[in-house]
């Protein structure tokens, strides 16, 4: 059989669930596909090893889903039997003629957050060139996906239309961004804050934005499980 040449760098993350869904395992480092042989000397190169400390045991005859996120945003599922599995290692066989494309794409997946944000440059419909905003518009994100973010103003003098073009400066896990954004969407919320959120897209984003946004959103995703985790395990 003709295999599919998987490579650790197309990757960014795995999920491991029962066949009814439970998760049991979720990685977005310490994968691999090491080069391996079968008894006739032909090449494995499809099989994924996820190495750890204190991982679940799963039964090698059980049968599980290996969901998998790429980094162009496409996200596949297989449904494969463990090979090995210790506390320290479990191994699995991505077979091509099992990969099932899953609807849901990377970048529409969004998560809330509350991070705070600075617009620095505004381009309305008809300007030649961005106008600096002085001093820079103090924003609140509400929500990110790669692709986005939905966002509220502190300073209820400031509006903006769809159609304005915004340079938006962003800290997310310590890494500084500098993102081109354009606004679709006026949206009324009931907030304190203020009585109304943009919707915007990204513009130009690049490749190394995209994987700190991703690194970003997936950080969230991770420690909202472990704390829904923590609290089922206190019952």
Do not use: W
């Amino acid at each position: 059989m003709c295999f599919l040449s998987y490579k650790k760098e197309d990757f960014t993350s795995f999920e491991i669930t029962s066949l009814d869904g439970e998760r049991l395992m979720y990685a977005e480092s310490n994968f691999d596909f090491p080069i391996m042989y079968d008894l006739n000397d032909n090449i494995i190169d499809n099989m994924l090893m996820i190495k750890g400390r204190k991982m679940p045991e799963i039964d090698t005859s059980q049968y599980v889903y290996v969901i998998a996120s790429m980094r162009d945003g496409d996200r596949y599922r297989y449904k494969t039997n463990v090979s090995v599995s210790t506390d320290r290692q479990l191994n699995v066989i991505l077979r091509p003629d099992k990969a099932e494309l899953l609807e849901e794409r990377r970048r529409y997946f969004k998560i809330k957050t509350n991070e705070r944000a600075f617009i620095t440059l505004r381009m309305q419909e008809g300007d030649d060139k961005p106008v600096p905003l002085d001093p820079p518009a103090e924003i609140y994100i509400k929500d990110i996906n790669v692709g986005g973010v939905f966002f509220i103003c502190t300073d209820a003098r400031r509006h903006f239309a769809k159609g304005d073009k915004l340079m938006m400066i962003i800290n997310l896990s310590g890494s500084r961004l500098e993102l081109n954004a354009e606004v679709l969407r006026e949206q009324t919320i009931d907030s304190h804050e203020t009585d109304t959120g943009y919707g915007c897209r990204f513009i130009g984003v690049s490749h190394s934005q995209e994987e700190t946004i991703s690194r970003y959103i997936y950080k969230l995703q991770f420690e909202m499980l472990q704390k829904e985790r923590e609290k089922r395990d206190m019952f």
